[in-house]
């Protein structure tokens, strides 16, 4: 039987809704299947260390640990460590330093005139520069060492090693501090 | 138009009550699935597809037939990372539109403005949102993680799959600091070998990728041959297990024979030569003592059943063991050569740049000093060394790649292609051979790079011009890395704490306390298992943690969501609230329609009584 107009419609109708509801859909879920593009964006400069700076191997609780070699001089290591609330205390930790190069603890009055400001890292950042014999390698080595607390945390800044490459890197490692997370 | 049979199919309730059944059945399948094929997998094959496959369908079979102790051929990870099956089963996005078109088409056929029934299209509606939202989120959300260690400060999340080939600029202020890198990132589908690929923003460099892998290990000279010696070894494990086999049925037979012969003395013996055969079972493989703890088999062999050493059935005398030996010793002498080899061409192996050729010429030397030795090498050892260096030559021609550009490529001179991985807690390392070229450069071509995923390591590419100077024209660094989602401001982690139920090693709770800087003041925020961190489009879930060796909580991972938001009317919605507006509506459509019939029944309840009381009175002055 032939269908009747109304009929025929009706089923127009109908299906455009169906066929709606399906393209919609599949519309939709092919956004995604599109090819990705090459996206260009711009971010912050990335701190780098200095050139001269190889990666290392990290002990215990460092987060990063860097190694200078000089061909003539010797070598340094660098390294940064991030501890919770103070960290054990700054005159332990200087004391904990001093300890590695074989010099006499501090008392908490004598403190005092073995710090130096660090004005990059804030007022609470502290740096102190020692020399005596590591109790490793039994050589002479020098540690300048850079203690900042900032918030909850406390941040362990060390360079230590052979004298003269501790010196040649000095200015390096203070100025690369303020960019080091 | 309303009483179409179409419609009235799409309508009926017996259609939704089995597509609901579909659903339930799906969902229990794709449950069953993620154990063999993964979560993606499962999620990508069962939830988001328009037909379940049948391999995904198998997976999910033998994994329900386990539970029954059925016994099912499980699927091997090659046809699990292989092409999908044939469509087996409704997937979920079919099954959820065919939803959504009988919630529509019941929508459209029993709608009249009704107060009574305003309940019951609400709820539909809700339902409908439900659905479609649900689509739009699989379809649009984007999710990543931050992983982050005490004192980490980081302004971006790191895709769970995803990878792109990141070209970095930096840029430069009147000064010459560097002030910010502009980025060209690629992401990883577009890398298919033989495409060559252009941005304006890359400065006229082209990149033409040479070679492509979805999953790869890098390896050095040296390594290949321990690769090699490691493959000799599990080719060697293989037989024994042959070996341990015989040999542990041998000895459970002799037992058996004692249980009925009873004789304490050789019984005795019995339990000596078994603790040998598992001492050598559980030892590293070799060849001599395994013919040792055989001898001793063979011998007990004689003892218990009363054989002669010739007997065919002993052990040593078997045809089959004899074979399964000579194979063992072969796969031995292989992983000898291996380690002569290693330590005869150290250097040659541990040289940087070490080519195809060089590789060659090394391996050819290696088995002419072997031939030539100083007194007698056995025809053995020659024919071993010939054997070895032909595999091993043809193995590093396989997978050499050769980059003459970039530490990667200068270290690692062989890339092993692998299997792509499905599990949930693995994921590929795709690597990529790509030559760089620039219209200024010498020959037009800045070099052949290799970059890795595995290794993460940012490559510098130099453009120099054509020039005496070879003067610079740009300093990019490339990496190939997964793909960096930046969330657009600062986070730091403070501290993180794993908290245990007193007593026991059940956690309790995960928390990671995050020093948010976005501009405002930094705030800090405890991020729990249960209540993330909501800033700038993004939502941070706590999702597990690493210890340390002291067992301390050391490092946080923090998985990020995002949902795209749209604007109605000059209001942002995110896509995410669109499930929670669904639910809301479903629910004013179920309180109003429950509290329509309730209001309307307690109304003629009312009615009734009042009925009553009338009809009582009026009797009453009737009998008065």
Same mark, same amino acid.
């Given at each position: 039987m032939r269908p009747k107009l109304y009929e025929f419609k009706q089923g127009m109708t109908l299906n455009r809704i169906i066929m709606g509801v399906i393209g919609g859909v599949t519309l939709l879920l092919s956004a995604c299947s599109q090819p990705p593009e090459i996206e260009v964006y711009t971010i912050p400069a990335e701190p780098t260390p200095p050139d001269n700076w190889g990666f290392a191997e990290r002990f215990g609780p460092e987060k990063e640990r860097y190694e200078i070699t000089d061909s003539f001089f010797g070598k340094a290591n660098v390294s940064l460590t991030v501890l919770q609330?103070?960290?054990?205390?700054l005159l332990e930790n200087i004391n904990r330093w001093r300890g590695q190069l074989g010099l006499e603890p501090v008392e908490e009055s004598g403190l005092e005139e073995l710090l130096q400001p660090v004005p990059a890292l804030g007022n609470d950042a502290v740096l102190v520069d020692f020399t005596g014999t590591s109790q490793r390698s039994q050589l002479e080595e020098r540690l300048v060492g850079v203690i900042a607390g900032q918030g909850e945390l406390t941040w362990f800044y060390k360079l230590m090693g052979a004298p003269s490459v501790v010196e040649k890197s000095r200015e390096g490692f203070l100025a690369y501090l303020p960019d080091w997370h | 138009m309303k009483d179409h049979p179409l419609l009235k199919l799409l309508t009926s309730l017996k259609v939704t009550i089995a597509l609901l059944v579909i659903s339930l059945i799906i969902i229990f399948l794709g449950t069953m699935s993620q154990r063999p094929i993964g979560l993606d997998q499962s999620l990508d094959r069962f939830f988001l597809s328009w037909a379940v496959d049948s391999i995904a369908m198998k997976a999910a079979l033998y994994q329900t037939a386990q539970l029954f102790n059925w016994e099912l051929t499980p699927i091997t990870p090659e046809q699990v990372v292989g092409p999908h099956g044939f469509p087996v089963f409704p997937g979920g996005f079919l099954v959820g539109t065919l939803l959504l078109i009988c919630l529509t088409a019941s929508f459209y056929r029993h709608f009249t403005w009704s107060a009574k029934k305003a309940g019951i299209y609400l709820t539909h509606i809700g339902i409908i949102s439900l659905i479609l939202g649900q689509i739009i989120i699989d379809v649009f959300k984007e999710e990543s993680f931050v992983h982050m260690e005490r004192g980490d400060r980081k302004d971006y999340a790191v895709s769970f799959q995803d990878n792109e080939l990141a070209f970095l600029l930096p840029i430069t202020n009147d000064d010459g600091q560097v002030v910010s890198n502009r980025v060209v990132s690629i992401p %990883?589908?577009?890398?298919? %070998?033989?495409a060559t690929l252009t941005h304006p923003e890359l400065n006229g460099l082209s990149i033409k990728v040479d070679r492509y892998w979805k999953n790869a290990s890098l390896l050095t000279a040296r390594q290949l041959v321990e690769q090699d010696r490691q493959e000799q070894l599990d080719l060697e494990k293989e037989v024994l297990e042959t070996v341990y086999d015989i040999m542990g049925g041998r000895i459970r037979a002799m037992e058996e024979h004692l249980d009925e012969n009873a004789d304490s003395e050789k019984r005795e013996v019995l339990t000596q030569v078994k603790a040998g055969f598992f001492e050598v079972k559980g030892a590293e493989p070799n060849l001599q003592r395994l013919a040792s703890s055989l001898g001793e088999v063979h011998e007990m062999e004689k003892r218990v059943f009363g054989r002669a050493d010739e007997d065919s059935s002993l052990v040593f005398n078997s045809e089959s063991v004899r074979n399964l030996l000579l194979k063992v010793r072969a796969y031995e002498d292989q992983r000898q050569i291996a380690s002569l080899f290693d330590s005869a061409t150290h250097d040659v192996l541990t040289s940087?740049?070490?080519t195809l050729n060089a590789f060659d010429s090394n391996a050819t030397d290696f088995q002419e000093k072997i031939r030539l030795f100083p007194g007698e090498t056995s025809d053995k050892m020659i024919k071993g060394t010939e054997q070895f260096v032909k595999r091993i030559r043809s193995r590093a021609k396989m997978y050499y790649?050769?980059?003459?550009?970039g530490r990667l490529g200068r270290h690692f001179r062989f890339v092993k292609n692998e299997l792509p991985v499905f599990k949930n807690d693995e994921r590929d390392f795709p690597a990529a051979l790509v030559t760089v070229n620039h219209p200024e450069a010498k020959n037009k071509t800045v070099g052949t790079f290799l970059f890795s995923s595995s290794r993460g390591l940012q490559q510098v590419v130099e453009v120099r011009d054509d020039s005496e100077e070879s003067a610079l024209i740009d300093k990019w660094k490339a990496v190939l890395r997964s793909k960096h989602h930046f969330i657009g401001f600062d986070l730091s982690l403070v501290d993180v704490k794993w908290d245990l139920y007193p007593g026991t090693e059940i956690p309790k709770n995960f928390s990671s306390k995050v020093v948010v800087e976005d501009g405002a003041d930094p705030r800090t925020i405890l991020i729990k298992m249960n209540e993330p961190l909501r800033n700038q489009g993004r939502t941070f879930y706590q999702q597990s943690m690493t210890k340390n060796q002291l067992g301390d909580a050391e490092q946080t991972t923090l998985q990020v969501v995002k949902n795209p938001d749209f604007q109605i009317g000059g209001f942002v919605v995110s896509t995410a609230s669109i499930p929670y507006i669904g639910c809301i509506i479903v629910s004013a459509g179920l309180i109003y329609q429950f509290m329509f019939h309730l209001l309307g029944f307690a109304r003629r309840q009312k009615k009734d009584q009042l009925k009553q009381t009338e009809n009582k009175e009026t009797e009453g002055a009737g009998n008065e």
């Open positions: 609330g103070d960290g054990g205390g | %990883e589908p577009l890398l298919k %070998e033989g940087t740049n070490c790649v050769g980059a003459d550009h």
